[in-house]
């Protein structure tokens, strides 16, 4: 199965962007439907994007409309989430994560390692 590698977080200052990157290695994302969450400290995890590799449609929490954006390279077998205006509420660790079936809040599957993202006021 697919296993999945985030990378592009870090410690920002508020109001700046940033671009995370999901991808995927050991096969394609051929298929999968590919989702961003995050976890802040001390809450559950939640979902904020997802896209379908198949048809390139997108799905986002209505908390990230706006300001986020998820888009796929089907040449490098990337996804990304573009992070504009970035606000100290953003602070989390960010997963993506492959679902071949749902795709929306309730995805599960393969997750990756997440990587971190602090944003300072």
């Known amino acids: 199965q697919v296993q999945l590698v985030e990378s592009g977080g870090g410690l920002v200052q508020a109001g700046v962007s940033l671009r995370l990157s999901c991808a995927a290695s050991?096969?394609?994302?051929?298929?999968?439907?590919i989702g961003w969450f995050r976890q802040a400290p001390g809450k559950e995890r939640e979902f904020v994007a997802a896209?379908?590799?198949?048809?390139?449609?997108?799905v986002y929490a209505d908390s990230v409309k706006g300001r986020f954006a998820i888009s796929r390279d089907n040449a490098k077998n990337t996804v990304y989430l573009q992070i504009d205006s970035l606000k100290p509420e953003d602070t989390a660790v960010y997963y993506c994560?492959?679902?071949?079936?749902?795709?929306?809040?309730?995805?599960?599957?393969?997750w990756g390692q997440g990587t971190q993202v602090t944003v300072s006021s």
């Open positions: 994560a492959a679902d071949y079936v749902r795709i929306g809040r309730m995805m599960d599957g393969v």
């Open positions: 050991g096969r394609t994302f051929s298929g999968y439907n």
């Open positions: 896209i379908s590799w198949r048809s390139g449609s997108t």
